[in-house]
């Protein structure tokens, strides 16, 4: 059975470990930190270091994951979820590997990104479901939110030339 995954941020509090940031083509501050109030982002977690094999103890080393303003998702998102990783052997919980089926090439890139298991919750934003209908349904109003948000850089890009 496949799982999907929503965001919304919107009931997020600010504070320490809340991602908020401005979108990486903002003309007035690119990939940059944001409060709330000012977010048009969030950063999530993209592994910057695949686990590897280490011969001589014989053991796996772990991913690395990490947050970076520049590589975020909108404000309102739905993906599905393609795995779990285990990160047993770092400071992180287990993390949610995520797919999307629209965005941005971050979004729709190679590079393996995802949520950790404790921001599921309205504390953390994030939501599983399972049923293919409702992930089609947010699906729409997801991309309706990543594409307002595209125009309006867009617009605010071409009003700085």
Known sequence: ???FAEFDASALPEGAGIYFCWHPRNPGCS??????KDAQR??????????????????DLPSYWQHH????IPLYAVARVVGKQEMARTFYDDL??????YGDAFMRGTQRI?????????????RLFDDEAEYQT?????????D???AAIKAARESKV
């Open 1 to 3: 059975m496949e799982r």
């Open 31 to 36: 990939g940059c930190w944001a409060r709330k």
């Open 42 to 59: 969030f950063a999530i977690p993209y592994e910057t270091q695949s686990a590897r094999f280490d011969e001589e103890s014989g053991e």
């Open 69 to 72: 303003a520049g590589h975020s």
């Open 96 to 101: 949610y590997v995520i797919e999307f089926d």
């Open 114 to 126: 995802g949520f950790l298991e404790k921001s599921l919750g309205v504390k953390g934003g994030w």
């Open 138 to 146: 947010l699906l729409v109003k997801a991309r309706k939110v990543y």
């Open 148 to 150: 307002d948000m595209e």
